[in-house]
């Protein structure tokens, strides 16, 4: 009866979050034998201006929460409305999520995807297991802001700001 309650809780509380409207990002890294890794999310949040640090929440099991264990860095990219795709990619388990992604290696070595509205290279600072997942503190070492409409992600689908101006 407990594996139960818990499955009924979790589905409500990804109904509740749902609710939050949310950029979407894709963090990005190499691993230790240099092969690229990324996944989607909207768990990401600037922690400090001074010192410059930002918090992204990666799932224990991920491939890119490894991956930055090893390398010690990473970079947030901050997705344009029209790269919703590069979106649902990231978000998925292929093996090869940067096949038909064009980026450029960032100062600490992650990629930086084109055509993102902006970029944030991290170097880890801090981590914090906690539940289900592991928090990332990340210190900001660069960033570069290339302008465009952000990418959201709300009640379970992607929208633009656009779509919001009609809500109210």
Do not use: W
């Not at 109904?15 to 092969?35: E, H, L, M, N, P």
């Not at 990666?58 to 890119?64: A, F, H, K, V, Y």
Request: proline residues 3%; hydrophobic residues 35%.
């Amino acid at each position: 009866m407990q594996d139960q309650y818990e499955t009924e809780q979790t589905v409500d509380l990804r109904k509740f979050a749902a609710q939050f409207a949310a950029g979407v990002a894709v963090i990005s890294t190499v691993d230790g034998q240099g092969r690229q890794t990324g996944v989607t999310m909207t768990a990401v949040l600037s922690l400090s201006l001074n010192p410059p640090l930002f918090l992204v929440s990666l799932d224990n099991q991920s491939n890119t929460l490894a991956a930055i264990t090893d390398s010690g860095h990473f970079c947030i990219n901050f997705l344009s409305e029209e790269q919703a795709d590069i979106s649902k990619v990231f978000a998925s388990k292929s093996d090869d999520k940067f096949r038909n992604v064009n980026i450029s290696t960032g100062c600490t070595g992650s990629p930086c995807i084109d055509g993102a509205v902006a970029h944030g290279e991290c170097e880890v600072q801090d981590r914090y297991p906690t539940g289900d997942h592991t928090i990332i503190i990340g210190r900001v070492v660069r960033t570069a802001v290339h302008g465009g409409r952000p990418l959201v992600y709300h009640s379970g689908r992607y929208a633009s700001l656009s779509d919001f101006n009609h809500a109210a």
